[in-house]
């Protein structure tokens, strides 16, 4: 969406999102792409229950004068945590095997060391679009961490 | 109803206890009188068809390190004797575990069902190794086969799957069905200390043995996966059939990231049909499984019930008493008592 450059905008525009029940991941404030006519571009991430609920939430965006320039959908987006334990020599590798799979993306990893030559533990979130491309995810990584030697936790609750 | 108590080790102490409390609460509730007729370990034998006196034998054996100190006992490898000569109801089998042979304890079973009589067990070693044949051996000979002590201690875990959901498909068990590891996982989360402290710890309270191996590489919830898949999901699967991983490698810091994402690290085994797993897992904090100390958990996924999860005492004598009698007064009931 564009906004104004004017205080109180970015408020105007959440204010909908949190009454009609959307639950806001992220906000991307871009005030140094500023478009020619002045706007601050700023593209916002939520998660929506239902369609009716989205719809209600882009007319009171409308009725407010907030410009929604473009509209992504992505449809019952499935996050899973998973632990990798072991030397993370390679941890871009691993991520962008796991990345390169259709429909699945990686977000939010931490690490954490070990003490001199132990082990280290990686967490990652794996986003995907159902179920059942993160039981793939998660057999895929699987995979991975058998040929690398590495231990793999994953959720109970995955696949 | 006359009983034989083959191994007196801390099993067979905790029933003898279990039965000289309950002996008039027993009588009473469910019109039944156990005496226990003979008691048997791997250095003699102590018999008496009018029934042992527990208290005694409790107190000579204490001291004796055997049953054959007792008044009368002999000394020797005497339990097939016993278990063939000595007449009897029910034999509990109660050896020490043997997963690779499930000897002596296989032995001991199968002699007792082809002497007709009834069984019951809390060593998983004959479940793990020959389950289907001690199944259809126990249905042939006509006599009862009970094992509720070998998975889970206290928590009624075959129990309540066979009887209470019995109107239900079961088409997942997920548990924490060891103790020590849970244990050792708790205190690694709780005090951010290292797997080899802990484990040390462990050692000294006594919640880990002093060869901790079958525990910590997930091989003894392994066994408890085969016994379940097989009684309760009608498998057929060997302990090697089980995809196997412990806890060794679990580290402070793999907690500590899982904590931050509102989960915690349990070992837990898994059965459904064409899979069974055990290894460590992210549990959200709050669920069911996510039980501390030395607790054991189960949860049953359901056709009907959708989930049902049961936690307890899954090790220590007295607890898994409440097993061995809770089977003792099901064979009483089955056989029209």
């Known amino acids: 969406m564009e906004l104004e450059d004017v205080p109180g905008q970015l408020l105007k525009a959440l204010e909908p999102i949190s009454r009609f029940g959307g639950n806001i991941q992220s906000i991307m404030h871009q005030r140094e792409r500023k478009t020619p006519l002045g706007r601050i571009p700023v593209m916002l991430i939520f998660e929506v229950g239902d369609r009716a609920r989205l719809n209600r939430i882009l007319a009171a965006l409308r009725a407010r004068g907030v410009r929604v320039t473009q509209l992504g959908e992505r449809e019952g987006a499935v996050r899973t945590t998973a632990l990798l334990i072991g030397p993370h020599t390679d941890i871009r590798d691993t991520i962008d095997r796991l990345g390169a799979l259709r429909g699945v993306g990686v977000s939010d990893l931490s690490l954490a060391m070990g003490g001199l030559g132990q082990e280290s533990a990686a967490r990652m979130t794996i986003t995907t679009d159902n179920e059942k491309r993160a039981s793939l995810a998660i057999s895929n990584l699987q995979r991975i961490a058998d040929r690398k030697k590495l231990l793999l936790i994953a959720s109970l609750e995955a696949g | ?337």
């Open chain 2, 1 to 337: 109803m006359r009983l034989v108590l083959v191994g007196f080790g801390n099993l067979g102490r905790g029933l003898s206890r279990a039965l000289i409390q309950k002996a008039s609460f027993l009588r009473r509730s469910h019109g039944l009188i156990p005496r226990v007729v003979a008691a048997v370990d791997e250095f003699g034998a102590a018999v008496d068809e009018k029934g042992l006196n527990l208290t005694r034998l409790l107190k000579v054996a204490g001291k004796a390190g055997t049953v054959a100190a007792y008044k009368g006992g002999k000394r020797g490898k005497l339990a097939l004797r016993v278990i063939e000569g000595v007449e009897a109801d029910v034999v509990y089998e109660l050896t020490p575990t043997n997963i690779k042979t499930g000897e002596p304890g296989l032995t001991h079973i199968k002699r007792a069902m082809w002497a007709r009589k009834h069984v019951i067990t809390s060593n998983k070693g004959p479940l793990v190794v020959a389950f289907g044949e001690l199944d259809s051996l126990a249905r042939r000979c006509g006599v009862e086969f009970r094992y509720s002590a070998s998975v889970g201690g206290a928590v009624p875990v075959v129990g309540l799957a066979k009887e209470l959901l019995a109107g239900n498909e079961i088409r997942e068990i997920r548990g924490v069905l060891n103790g020590t590891t849970n244990y050792i996982l708790t205190r690694m989360s709780r005090e951010d200390a290292p797997f080899e402290v802990v484990l040390r710890e462990a050692q000294e309270l006594g919640v880990a043995e002093k060869d901790p191996t079958l525990d910590i590489e997930g091989i003894d919830t392994a066994c408890k996966i085969t016994i379940l898949a097989n009684s309760l999901l009608g498998m057929n699967a060997r302990l090697k059939d089980v995809k196997v991983a412990g806890i060794k490698r679990v580290r402070p810091e793999a907690i500590r990231l899982a904590r931050e994402a509102g989960q915690t690290i349990k070992l837990i085994g898994i059965a459904k049909r064409g899979s069974l797993e055990v290894g460590p897992k992210l549990v959200p904090l709050g669920h069911p499984l996510a039980v501390g100390g030395t607790l054991n958990a189960v949860t049953f996924e359901l056709d009907l019930a959708r989930e049902i999860s049961i936690t307890g005492f899954g090790a220590g004598p007295k607890e898994t008493s409440s097993s061995l009698l809770g089977d003792l007064i099901d064979i009483h009931r089955t056989l029209g008592g």
